[in-house]
């Protein structure tokens, strides 16, 4: 069962830092809690559609992304899960907990990776760091990024930063939790925060195993083939 078909994108043309300013705003401001939509308009992407999906499971969703050279699917584990935002600003609400999914070209912020070798750490690095200036510039302050380097439980390299929300901003978001990988030539981001609802270690836990069912596919994925899959109990 497909949940609903996300409008075209491009991530060459797109600035994901835009879309990061928007979809940072609208997890500290509240409104992603208070946004929740149904699930109406079903419709099934054809193989070589250029977009996002998602598909019903039987212990949440799957997320499809299919956007130019960058193509995976990843698991979202929960009992009650709705999306957020729009076809430009991915996020959930997972029980009560945000999720944004995002993706940069790595040229977007180390044009030079190849040339300069780097690895995936560094690249990891490069893209916090391009990210958190981004971010200060938001906030018009200074924030204090802790970084964790990790390593998913099927051997994968990822980075995972935080830091505490400036004072004043947003008395229910305390910290905004991140992890990355390396996925070819891009960087894919997983977001969420902590509350007083929503722990710290909880939190971490949540984007560990969630990013932990990323699979990646070399071509565009068959978002109809993979769900009949899924309905058949045979799917990623």
Known sequence: MIFRAYENRSTKTRTVRLVLAIAFLFAVSGLAAQAARSHQGQTAPSQA???LATIKTSDGVLFVWNVDELHFSLAIKGKDIQPQGDAEHIFFSVDG???QIQAAAIKQFAPDAKEKKLDER???AAHRDWESKFIEELLHSKVRVQTFNVKLSNGSAASMWQFDM???MNADTQK???LTVVQGDFVVLLNSEVSATNSEEDGRK???ETMVTLKSSPTPIDV?????SVRKGVGP
Not at 224 to 228: A, G, N
Request: proline share 4%; charged share 25%; hydrophobic share 45%.
């Open 49 to 51: 559609e250029d977009g």
């Open 97 to 99: 907990r945000v999720l």
């Open 122 to 124: 560094a690249i990891l």
């Open 166 to 168: 400036p004072e004043g």
């Open 176 to 178: 905004q939790l991140y």
């Open 206 to 208: 949540f984007l560990l």
């Open 224 to 228: 109809k083939q993979l769900s009949e």
